[in-house]
């Protein structure tokens, strides 16, 4: 009777710890949003998004030297994630961060307690290349953190994000955490925001490792792009 | 067949010379400014002859003023929200998603005061309306109205699509700042003690209602033959009335508006259920018990004010209560010899023991008269804390042990607060 008692206390307490607890919205779209991209996008934030969290760790892993770990960890995901992105779309134009960065920063709601930080176009104002070509459709790529063992919620629920981290351990995952926008360039308006989080097992962590993250990231972004059309 | 229903749809959108997207019910003034905001800057109706189409179709709206908004038309933080709104106002799309962004644009909106700002865009076959006042950052209204090159058949048209409405009188200066200064009529701040009493009628009885008879009618029904005998004597209301009306007086203390405390008394006076067929009786005058019940309830409450002088308090309690009761017997005149069943009749416990259990609401007027309603159940049995005894199965089975009945009360009280 105790035995089984315990058990059923046992799986509430886990259904209150994982799934069941969960109930954050991590995407929002705009009810105009009714079209994935398909074939031709933009992209704008890659040169500053990605930040590289615990260097020592990934530079000891990466044989990068420790001071340059930002420098060329980072380097090395943006074009990763534009060789990417170049793959699913063929006609990929890149904006150079200096277009957007202009704006002020503001916050996109996605949930009670979700908010995203970043820079979007002013109301009547449209992107544009150096030769003056206007994209329709640009991916505003906000930050892209890198480390080991995060977590999203702690980034950008408000009520968490003053926590500090535990105690420094053996990492079990490699973790990405990354926050877009799919801007409609023509109407200057937000389509879809989401943030999403990727976590990498850890054998034995080598550069193709991080190549193999970025890669997931950008498949992970165009699964929700299409996830999130308004019906 | 989609073809058509789309053709149709079309023409109907045709013909009909306006569309109101969304009107969330902006304070129009009585004498109302209305400033007109063509960010193209060649506004499609004219300002003199909109007024006059605002006295045509709002009779309620005075002597208003228009012109037209240049400062706007001049401003490119301004002249570039236009042209957004303009890509931007679709058909069932929420306000919300039209705000202005631009902290400059924004304290644009914010300092109009009580001026209205009438968005007027053409745009081919129809003029793009929308509608800004300083409460908030986005249209409050929004729609298209047919394009009429005729500037006052437009005019009208925008006068009675989105100002047909009542009106209300522009506050001063001074009353604007009067009402900003003004306290809630609502604030209140929670007492710490809050202390009542009060006195009440009520009315109790065996059967619930909306359960079956038959719960129940086997106490209700039963008579006591012989000043004893009853089918059943686990209830009380085997030898008592049930349905009886009851007087109370109660007292209370709620601590921070949240938990509290009453003391409760109630009298009611319960005929006993005599088998009149049965000749031993024929010497009696009245056999009556006088109910006294006292009880102690813990309250759970929350007030609500609904306004400046009227207050509802729901509330739940749990209690329990003593009973008590007094048994008031006497024979006919001239009978001086009583039966020998009348000397062995019936005795209650000296006590019995229960619960309370109910909900109910104050209605307090005027911060100190309150109505008060209840209703519950109640419960009287044998005290459940007695030790037990090897002899119980041998002794005699306890009257009453098991009495439930439910209740409603009606009280009046006074209130006070500390």
Redesign the interface.
């Known amino acids: 009777m105790t035995f089984k008692k315990s058990i059923l206390s046992i799986g509430f307490a886990i259904c209150m710890l994982t799934g069941c607890a969960d109930s954050y919205h991590w995407t929002a779209s705009h009810p105009s949003y009714h079209k994935a991209p398909y074939g031709g996008i933009a992209v704008t934030g890659i040169d500053e998004a990605f930040v590289i969290t615990r260097s020592s760790w990934f530079a000891k892993r990466l044989e990068i030297d420790k001071d340059s770990i930002q420098i060329k960890g980072t380097r090395h995901c943006r074009n990763t994630f534009e060789s990417e992105l170049r793959k699913a779309y063929g006609n990929l134009m890149v904006l150079p961060d200096s277009v957007n960065r202009i704006f002020p920063e503001e916050s996109i709601k996605l949930d009670e307690r979700i908010f995203i930080k970043g820079h979007i176009p002013e109301q009547g104002i449209t992107l544009k290349d150096s030769a003056g070509n206007v994209p329709p459709l640009v991916l505003i790529l906000h930050e892209f953190i890198i480390g080991t063992d995060l977590k999203r919620e702690n980034f950008f629920d408000y009520a968490l994000i003053h926590n500090e981290s535990g105690s420094i351990r053996k990492p079990d995952y490699v973790s990405a955490i990354f926050s877009y926008t799919l801007w409609d360039n023509i109407k200057q308006r937000p389509l879809f925001s989401a943030v999403d989080e990727l976590q990498q097992p850890i054998t034995t962590y080598k550069l193709n490792n991080l190549t193999n993250l970025i890669q997931l990231a950008v498949q992970k972004i165009r699964k929700n792009l299409y996830a999130g059309v308004s019906k | 067949m989609k073809k058509l229903l789309a053709i149709l749809l079309f023409l109907a959108a045709w013909v009909q010379a306006s569309d109101v997207y969304f009107d969330s019910r902006f304070t129009l003034w009585k004498d109302a400014t209305i400033l007109i905001w063509a960010p193209q800057g060649n506004s499609p109706i004219n300002a003199t002859d909109f007024c006059h189409s605002l006295r045509r179709y709002n009779t309620g709206i005075g002597e208003p003023k228009c012109r037209e908004l240049g400062e706007w038309e001049r401003d490119s933080i301004a002249?570039?929200?236009?042209?957004?709104?303009s890509?931007?106002l679709?058909k069932?799309?929420?306000s919300s998603?039209l705000r202005?962004?631009?902290?400059g644009?924004a304290a644009k909106i914010q300092t109009l005061e009580d001026n209205i700002v009438l968005y007027v865009n053409p745009q081919g076959k129809f003029v793009q309306v929308a509608i800004f006042d300083e409460t908030a950052q986005e249209p409050k209204a929004a729609g298209i109205v047919k394009m009429s090159n005729d500037k006052m058949a437009l005019g009208d048209e925008i006068a009675s699509t989105f100002f047909d409405k009542r009106t209300k009188r522009r506050l001063t200066k001074e009353e604007r700042l009067k009402q900003q200064t003004e306290p809630d009529d609502l604030y209140k701040e929670v007492p710490n003690l809050k202390f009542w009493a009060g006195i009440g009628i009520g009315y109790s009885q065996a059967h619930f209602p909306l359960t079956p008879d038959n719960w129940t009618s086997s106490h209700t029904k039963s008579q006591v033959r012989n000043y004893r005998i009853t089918k059943d004597s686990v209830s009380l209301w085997n030898f008592i009335e049930d349905d009886d009306a009851f007087l109370s007086l109660y007292a209370g203390i709620t601590w921070h508006g949240f938990i509290g405390i009453e003391f409760l008394y109630r009298y009611s006076n319960r005929d006993m259920k005599t088998d009149k067929s049965d000749t031993v009786y024929k010497e009696l005058d009245h056999w009556n018990f006088g109910q006294h019940d006292i009880g102690l309830n813990v309250l759970l409450s929350m007030t609500y004010p609904i306004t400046t002088w009227f207050d509802i308090t729901p509330l739940a309690f749990i209690g329990f209560q003593y009973t008590f009761y007094n048994e008031s017997i006497e024979l006919k005149n001239g009978i001086s010899k009583p039966s020998r069943a009348y000397q062995y009749r019936v005795k209650f416990e000296d006590i019995y023991k229960g619960a309370l259990l109910g909900v109910g609401g104050q209605f307090v007027f005027k911060k100190h008269y309150g109505v008060d309603l209840r209703a519950g159940i109640s419960s009287r049995g044998r005290d459940i804390y007695e030790a037990p005894s090897p002899d119980a199965g041998k002794a005699p089975t306890t009257i009453g042990k098991s009495t439930i009945d439910c209740f409603i009360s009606l009280g009046f009280e006074y209130l006070w607060t500390l």
């Open positions: 002249q570039r929200y236009g042209t957004w709104l890509n931007n679709e069932d799309l929420p998603f202005a962004r631009h902290p644009m």
